[in-house]
T-cell receptor, first 115, second 112 residues
């Protein structure tokens, strides 16, 4: 009965490769997010989708491309991986808050290591 | 812009000690404020929240009060346990945006 799941949990790859991280939520939420947590634990939003539509797109290299096939899934594809991409990537989901607040539920994270 | 500043860690306490983790914010507009907790090897979980001035959020013995005059949302617990060892994040959200803005996190270690 996992609420927000991510695969893989660990990903080790070489510089220059292309990789994808998958995220799925079974909470019936309509909004999903990708966050990056660096080695100092600093957490920053990258993207957000609402009903498959991109609503947040922070200053992220265009090597990163999110894809949302439906509102329960948000995948992150990364081209030409660089050493600086090494981080923990968290997926989250919520109902669209609008002017209020709806809790964001986080997945367990994917630790990406680029060698 | 919107930002959150947390006290630098790490913080190490003995069991049953009093905990304070300071958090101040800068926001355009009237933010909602949150504390999230990340236990080792896990994702973040919402610990407590406050949506307007003078609101007090509380959960699991933790408390934080939304102080508009000092733009602060300090986290407190009267008696910490070893199981409270985690990284604590202060965050804000401004109405109309889905974006959570996080502080840099404070690692808490509680020793028996």
């Amino acid at each position: 009965d996992t609420a927000v799941s991510q695969t893989p949990k660990y990903l080790v790859t070489q510089m220059g490769n292309d990789k994808s991280i998958k995220c799925e939520q079974n909470l019936g939420h309509d909004t999903m997010y990708w966050y990056k947590q660096d080695s100092k634990k600093f957490l920053k939003i990258m993207f957000s989708y609402n009903n498959k539509e991109l609503i947040i797109n922070e200053t992220v290299p265009n090597r990163f491309s999110p894809k949302s096939p439906d509102k329960a899934h948000l995948n992150l594809h990364i081209n030409s991986l660089e050493l600086g991409d090494s981080a923990v990537y968290f997926c989250a989901s919520s109902l669209l808050s609008g002017g209020g607040y709806n809790e964001q539920f986080f997945g367990p994270g994917t630790r990406l290591t680029v060698l | 812009g919107n930002s959150v500043t947390q006290m630098e860690g790490p913080v190490t306490l003995s069991e049953e000690a009093f905990l304070t983790i300071n958090c101040t914010y800068t926001a355009t507009g009237y933010p909602s404020l949150f504390w999230y907790v990340q236990y080792p090897g896990e994702g973040l979980q919402l610990l407590l929240k406050a949506t307007k001035a003078d609101d007090k959020g509380s959960n699991k013995g933790f408390e934080a009060t939304y102080r508009k005059e000092t733009t602060s949302f300090h986290l407190e617990k009267g008696s910490v346990q070893v199981s409270d060892s985690a990284v604590y994040f202060c965050a804000l959200k401004v109405g109309g945006s889905e974006k959570l803005v996080f502080g840099k996190g404070t690692k808490l270690t509680v020793n028996p």
